[in-house]
C-alpha cells in the first residue's frame, strides 16, 4: 500500500533556530501533501495545502513566513519551521493524497517538535 | 462549510463493553468521503475506514462496525467487547471528493479501556 515516510520523528532545537521536517511519498506520487498540527489532547488542524511546483496554501491564522512549506518534487514536500518558539512545540503531522486510484490519504508517522 | 463534531470527548468503559463512538457531519457537498482513524499514544494515526457518501451499507470488520446515515449525517463507530488495546483517540474526518481536498478531523474522542 501506500506509505508516507516523515522524519524526523522527533527533534529537540533551541529557541530562535530552525527546524526542517521532510515527507516523503514513497511509492506513489502527490501532487498535493498537508500539513496538520496537533497541541496535546487536541485534534488535527490543517495547517497548509502543499503542491508540487506551486506555491503553498495557508489556513487562517497559520503565518507563512515561519511555516515555509516546499513542494520540489511529486514525492517531497518539506515544512520548515522558521526562528523557533517554545510555542512552536507540537506534532506535525503529513499526508499525501494518492492521485489515482482510491485518491486515500496516506499519513506519515509524524515529528514530535520541541523548543527549548 | 465542512464541520466534523464528535461530541463524546472522553469514554472509559471495562473489558468487553460494548462502545459506539458518535460523529455527526455537516457538508453542502453531495459527493463526499468520510473516515475513522485510531491515534494511539505513539501518534501515528492508523485509518479504520473510508467511506463515500454513496454508500450507506453498514460494515463491520472484527469487532469494529459502522452505522453511516446521510438522514442524520451522522457515521457512528461501535467497537464490540472492547478490549485494552482499543485505548487511544479516535477521529472522524471528512473530505470533499475532488483530489486537492484535505481531511477535516473532529475533535476525536478518547478511548480508555480497563481491565
Known amino acids: 500500500g501506500a506509505v508516507v515516510s516523515q522524519h524526523p520523528s522527533w527533534v529537540i532545537c533551541k529557541s530562535g533556530t530552525s527546524v526542517k521536517i521532510e515527507c516523503r511519498s514513497l511509492?506513489?506520487?502527490?501532487?498535493?501533501m498537508f500539513w496538520y498540527r496537533q497541541f496535546p489532547k487536541q485534534s488535527l488542524m490543517l495547517m497548509a495545502t502543499?503542491?508540487?511546483?506551486?506555491?503553498?496554501?495557508?489556513e487562517q491564522g497559520v503565518e507563512k513566513d515561519k511555516f515555509l512549506i516546499n513542494h520540489a518534487s511529486l514525492t517531497l514536500s518539506t515544512l520548515t519551521v522558521t526562528s523557533a518558539h517554545p510555542e512552536d512545540s507540537s506534532f506535525y503531522i503529513c499526508?499525501?493524497?494518492?492521485?489515482?486510484?482510491?485518491?486515500?490519504?496516506?499519513f506519515g508517522s509524524g515529528t514530535r517538535l520541541t523548543v527549548v | 462549510a465542512q464541520k466534523v463534531t464528535q461530541a463524546q470527548t472522553e469514554i472509559s468503559v471495562v473489558e468487553k463493553e460494548d462502545v459506539t463512538l458518535d460523529c455527526v457531519y455537516e457538508t453542502r457537498d453531495t459527493t463526499y468521503y468520510l473516515f475513522w482513524y485510531k491515534q494511539p499514544p505513539s501518534g501515528e494515526l492508523v485509518f479504520l475506514i473510508r467511506r463515500n457518501s454513496f454508500d450507506e451499507q453498514n460494515e463491520i470488520s472484527g469487532r469494529y462496525s459502522w452505522n453511516f446515515q446521510k438522514s442524520t449525517s451522522s457515521f457512528n463507530f461501535t467497537i464490540t467487547a472492547s478490549q485494552v488495546v482499543d485505548s487511544a483517540v479516535y477521529f472522524c474526518a471528512l473530505s470533499e471528493a475532488q483530489a486537492g481536498t484535505a481531511l477535516i478531523f473532529g475533535k476525536g474522542t478518547t478511548l480508555s479501556v480497563s481491565s
Open positions: 499526508s499525501a493524497r494518492e492521485n489515482q486510484g482510491n485518491y486515500g490519504y496516506t
Open positions: 502543499s503542491n508540487e511546483g506551486s506555491k503553498a496554501t495557508y
Open positions: 511509492d506513489f506520487q502527490a501532487t498535493t
